[in-house]
C-alpha cells in the first residue's frame, strides 16, 4: 500500500537559513507523483511544487526546491534563505499515475515549520 | 475566475442532524474530490469523482455521501451526523490530465455537537 511519512511534527529555523523538510514515500508503482503544498494559520492549501517518478532533474520554483532521491524513495522539500511568512504547515503528498488505478492522492501528516526572527 | 468555492465556511451542528456541503469549481475540471483535515493526521480523502455522475469511495467514506450531478459541483452529505465527523472539510479539483496539480478550496470547518 502506498504511504507517505513525513518523521518531523514541527521544527524551528532562524530566518534567512535554509531548511529541509524530510518526506519519504512508499509505493511498488513505477510511475507517480510527488506534491508538497503549504497550509498557513489561514487554513488555505497551497500547491508548493511537483516532481514526476521520471523526471531526471530536480525541481525548482522559486526558492522551494525538491530533493529527490528515488532509490531511497525520498522527496524532501528544501526552502532556501527562509522568511518568517514560511512559518506554516507543510505536506507532502503522492499520486499514483498507472493506468486503471484509483485515482487517489495520498497525503503525510504535515510539518509544521517555524521561522524565528 | 473565483476556482474552487466551498459552501459554508463553517457549521455548527447536533448530533443526527444532517447537512450538505457543496463544492464548486469554474475551471472545467474533471476530477473532484472531498478529504478531512484533523489535527496530526494530514488530509484523508473521502470520497471522489473522475466525471459527472461517477462517484467512488475514498479513505474514510463512511458516514458520508456524495453526488456530482453537474461537471461543476461536488457535493458532501452527512445523513446524521456525529461528533466525529468534526473536522475542517476541503474541496479540491483537477483537470485530471495526468501530472496535472490539484487545486483546494478554503476549507469548511464543521463541529458537530
Known amino acids: 500500500a502506498q504511504k507517505i511519512t513525513q518523521t518531523q511534527p514541527g521544527m524551528f529555523v532562524q530566518e534567512k537559513e535554509a531548511v529541509t523538510l524530510d518526506c519519504t514515500y512508499d509505493?511498488?508503482?513505477?510511475?507517480?507523483?510527488l506534491f508538497w503544498y503549504k497550509q498557513p494559520s489561514s487554513g488555505e492549501m497551497i500547491f508548493l511544487i511537483y516532481?514526476?517518478?521520471?523526471?531526471?532533474q530536480n525541481a525548482t520554483e522559486g526558492r522551494y526546491s525538491l530533493n529527490f532521491q528515488k532509490a531511497r524513495k525520498s522527496a524532501n522539500l528544501v526552502i532556501s534563505a527562509s522568511q518568517l511568512g514560511d512559518s506554516a504547515m507543510y505536506f507532502c503528498a503522492m499520486r499514483d499515475f498507472t493506468w486503471g488505478r484509483d485515482d487517489k492522492i495520498i497525503f503525510g501528516k504535515g510539518t509544521r515549520l517555524h521561522i524565528l526572527p | 475566475n473565483a476556482g474552487v468555492t466551498q459552501t459554508p465556511k463553517f457549521r455548527v451542528l447536533k448530533t443526527g442532524q444532517s447537512m450538505t456541503l457543496l463544492c464548486a469549481q469554474d475551471?472545467?475540471?474533471?476530477?473532484m474530490y472531498w478529504y478531512r483535515q484533523d489535527p496530526g493526521m494530514g488530509l484523508r480523502l473521502i470520497h471522489y469523482s473522475v466525471g459527472e455522475g461517477t462517484t467512488a469511495k475514498g479513505e474514510v467514506p463512511d458516514g458520508y455521501n456524495v453526488s456530482r450531478l453537474k461537471k461543476q459541483n461536488f457535493l458532501l452529505g452527512l445523513e446524521s451526523a456525529a461528533p466525529s465527523q468534526t473536522s475542517v472539510y476541503f474541496c479540491?479539483?483537477?483537470?485530471?490530465?495526468?501530472?496535472?496539480?490539484?487545486?483546494f478550496g478554503p476549507g469548511t470547518r464543521l463541529t458537530v455537537l
Open positions: 479540491a479539483s483537477r483537470k485530471g490530465l495526468g501530472q496535472d496539480t490539484q487545486y
Open positions: 475551471m472545467n475540471h474533471e476530477y
Open positions: 516532481q514526476g517518478s521520471y523526471d531526471e
Open positions: 509505493t511498488s508503482d513505477q510511475s507517480y507523483g
